[in-house]
């Protein structure tokens, strides 16, 4: 019998399990520990295998080096490449259904978008020495690379350095097609990694029969042409089919730079091109001398073509604009009647050239890009770069651009519509908002002061102080969105002082509610769309949403009063007008970036932007230097002969004389000088000038006195 005592030392049943389970776990990971020691004892004994030393070892830590530095690239360019795919989501096939022929505000064709009414000609359709042509010169191993070539850019190189300048190009055809398709033609290291894995991408999706003819039917060819069937027919008046080798070689030499080598711009240069084309012909195989001889020695002939510059930036954009107008009604081929107006243009790309040709180098500034527009809305012209031939990136709709303090006046006027006037007074001094502090241009503060002198000066702690302590950010953004701005807009607070892109086709879009007496929505380039029948598909007046009002009447001229005098004794004066009032506002980005000047009358309003592709700093350029003069010259074009209309809220449109007076005063002293005062007319005075010319010209002619022998004879 056990006695009570034993019965109590004796252990438990369920603490004897829990002691089995903590002896079983340590002699499990002990036995794992001891194991996998083992493991590791005979893998370093096996590894021991492989160790290199003296200089092969050298070699494979180079090459592990380098492989690990390669991954790393590759993930890091795959990481900037996605975006480009998001392109190859759309239609990109279908992407020139649309033939749209264009016609000015007068009724004159101006160029053509799309398939232009031509069906494309099949690669295999096209004679032979034309398809060598463009492979000698644009891609000799196209058929043997796999959409990026390595071994011809190792060459390329190689040419350039030893001719001390860039004689060829490394892309690969297929490269140029992806980044016709999909990209543009803005210089970076982000665009070329997306054109590299583009190009791949289109190997693994299309034959190179394909990639050849979307490259053909897609280049640009000068002239306003697109597609080799196109510039076939406007060169030379006949079918690619037809091409002789001579024509073949000049249409070849063409997609370098179809605005340089143009022929019915600059024929000896296209036949210098040509002859070019000829020779890489014959060292790339294709050809012998002999074979190219005839074409060396009879040159092409072009049809008679006049010289005129086709508005291709502006053409670009009203057919984007056309296909959004009519993507729902099924009709593919129409006529669309336009805003543009020929004269303004042509003067507007004047401006633009003459401006950078004459004080480029000075302000060290190679791009620039203007939108104009009429009062009530009528898009008149667009110049998206210097030269469509060598970039058909149209930076006035869509390049991003930082806009300075030509964005205050969206501020000003949020104010306005909240209680302020012109005579509020605000304080100038520092001001700190969220570990920001943004200081004046001049690097001082004139203590309190009224919102007039504020923006005619373009003070920046000023609108700061507005939006920190009265407005804030969102109805800033809210109110620059109502007045049609469709660039994103950043809520951050140094999109007060124009931190956020716009594009220059939004910032005219923004000011013109100023010139329109404060309604939006007015803004058009497509006055009427009709089918090859004569069936109309849109039509402006029926078609087009009424305009609405997004800033009171009072804001309208309490903005307009302080606008004026920007030309007249604020930043801008180089963009005085002689003897007509305009009101406008530049801008200046940090580091001197980007400079625009946003300016109207009562008749034409004009957004100009100056800057560089690679967003390099310009030399000290500000909105009221060269922009400013960009803006006077083709505004004082574009107001001859016409009636001026006076600005809302300004009675008069002519410029007071004692305004002038002063202004003038102001110019000598700070040595701004007054940029070709050309003197502008009213159209009144013209008429009145012509009828008294012309009343000279009909008048009889006064009859000779009489001569001492006629009075004898008497």
């Not at 001889?293 to 008679?304: M, Q």
């Amino acid at each position: 019998m056990v006695s009570r005592y034993e019965t109590r030392k004796r252990p438990r049943p369920r603490a004897t399990r829990l002691l089995a389970i903590d002896a079983w776990i340590d002699s499990t990971l002990y036995e794992a520990g001891f194991k996998a020691s083992e493991i590791w004892e005979s893998l370093t004994i096996f590894s021991r295998r492989f160790r290199f030393y003296g200089w092969r070892r050298g070699f494979f830590e180079l090459a592990s080096e380098g492989f690990t530095m390669g991954v790393v690239g590759s993930i890091i360019m795959l990481a900037l490449a996605l975006p480009a795919f998001e392109e190859t989501a759309r239609n990109w096939r279908a992407q020139d259904d649309f033939a749209v022929t264009f016609l000015d505000r007068q009724g004159n064709e101006i160029g053509q978008r799309g398939i232009i009414q031509r069906e494309s000609v099949p690669v295999d359709d096209m004679p032979d020495h034309f398809i060598k042509a463009v492979l000698a010169t644009e891609d000799r191993r196209f058929f043997e690379h796999y959409g990026i070539d390595f071994l011809g850019l190792i060459r390329a190189m190689g040419e350039n350095l030893r001719a001390n300048s860039v004689v060829q190009g490394g892309s690969s055809l297929t490269q140029q097609l992806a980044k016709n398709l999909f990209l543009t033609n803005e210089r970076t290291i982000e665009r070329k990694v997306k054109e590299a894995f583009l190009a791949i991408w289109l190997e693994c999706n299309l034959s190179k029969k394909e990639i050849l003819q979307f490259y053909l039917d897609r280049a640009y060819m000068g002239g306003g042409t697109f597609g080799i069937t196109a510039a076939s027919d406007f060169y030379f008046g006949k079918s690619v089919k037809d091409l002789n080798l001579a024509e073949s070689a000049m249409l070849a030499g063409l997609f370098k730079a179809p605005a340089k080598y143009a022929p019915h711009v600059n024929l000896p240069a296209a036949r210098a091109r040509a002859n070019v084309v000829l020779t890489n012909m014959v060292q790339g195989g294709f050809m012998t001398e002999g074979q190219v001889l005839s074409a060396r020695l009879h040159p092409a002939t072009i049809v008679d073509r006049d010289d005129r510059k086709s508005p291709d930036y502006f053409l670009d954009w009203a057919f984007e604009e056309v296909k959004r107008l009519t993507a729902r009604s099924g009709v593919r081929s129409m006529i669309a009647k336009t805003t543009i107006d020929m004269n303004i243009q042509r003067a507007t790309a004047e401006s633009l050239e003459y401006n950078l040709r004459q004080h480029g180098v000075e302000y060290g500034v190679t791009e620039g890009a203007i939108v104009v527009m009429e009062a009530g809305g009528a898009v008149r012209a667009i110049v998206g770069g210097t030269d469509y031939g060598k970039s058909q990136f149209n930076r006035a709709t869509s390049a991003l651009r930082q806009t300075g303090s030509s964005f205050k006046p969206y501020v000003y006027a949020t104010a306005m519509e909240n209680g302020f006037t012109p005579e509020s007074r605000i304080d100038d001094g520092p001001i700190s908002w969220g570990g920001w502090s943004p200081k004046n241009y001049a690097r001082s503060y004139n203590g309190g002061m009224d919102l007039t002198t504020a923006l005619v000066k373009s003070i920046n702690t000023v609108p700061v102080r507005l939006a920190k302590d009265f407005l804030h950010t969102g109805p800033i953004k809210a109110l620059a969105e109502s007045f049609g701005v469709e660039s994103i807009l950043s809520l951050h607070k140094t999109m007060v002082l124009g931190t956020s892109g716009m594009t220059v086709m939004d910032q005219a879009t923004g000011y013109s509610v100023f010139q329109n007496n404060g309604y939006a929505g007015m803004r058009h380039g497509i006055t009427q769309v009709i089918s090859r029948r004569g069936d109309v598909i849109y039509d402006y007046e029926r078609d087009a949403p009424k305009p609405k009002r997004v800033l009171s009447d009072q804001a309208v001229r309490s903005m307009n009063s302080i606008l004026v005098q920007i030309p007249e004794i604020g930043t801008a004066r180089r963009a005085a007008l002689p003897n007509i009032r305009a009101a406008g506002k530049t801008g200046t980005t940090q580091s001197y970036r980007d400079a625009w000047f946003v300016g109207f009358t009562g008749n034409y309003l004009a957004a100009v932007w100056l800057g560089n592709d690679d967003f390099s700093t310009t030399r000290r350029m500000t909105g009221g230097s060269l922009p400013a003069m960009v803006w006077k010259r083709l505004m004082t074009y574009a107001h001859q002969n016409v009636d001026l209309k006076p600005i809302p809220g300004i009675e008069n449109p002519f410029v007071d004389e004692k305004v002038a007076a002063k202004a003038a005063k102001k110019a000598d002293e700070e040595n701004t000088g007054n940029f070709e005062q050309r003197p502008v007319l009213s159209s009144a005075t013209t008429r009145a000038l012509r009828s008294i010319a012309d009343a000279f010209r009909n008048a009889p002619p006064i009859e000779a006195p009489p001569t001492p022998e006629t009075l004898s004879a008497l």
